[in-house]
């Protein structure tokens, strides 16, 4: 395999892993983990997201209630160990 085509395919597979993590911490993932650690039967639908921040290994967000309460939340890259604390 040549260089370049070796060069074309890290490329590609690199853009296809960012689109997946990309993926992980989309709007309703984010709404589906603030809700589960907001607990108190918070339905995901009820949930705002805003000021998302994503790094390299975790991602932050503001999560806000229809009632006003605003909880500050982090969770690791894939959005698997969700916390959120209120504000």
């Known amino acids: 395999m040549s260089l370049e085509r070796r060069w074309t395919c890290l490329c590609l597979c690199g853009t296809g892993l960012l ?6 911490s989309s709007v309703e993932s984010l ?25 390299a290994t975790k ?18 890259d894939m959005v698997r160990r969700p916390y959120c604390f209120r504000r």
């Open 31 to 55: 709404q589906s983990a603030s809700a589960m650690s907001i607990g108190n039967n918070t339905r995901p639908a009820n949930v705002t997201v805003s000021n998302v921040q994503r790094g």
């Open 59 to 76: 991602v932050t967000w503001t999560a806000t209630l229809p009632g006003g309460a605003s909880y500050s939340c982090e969770a690791d």
């Open 19 to 24: 689109a997946l993590a990309a993926c992980a």
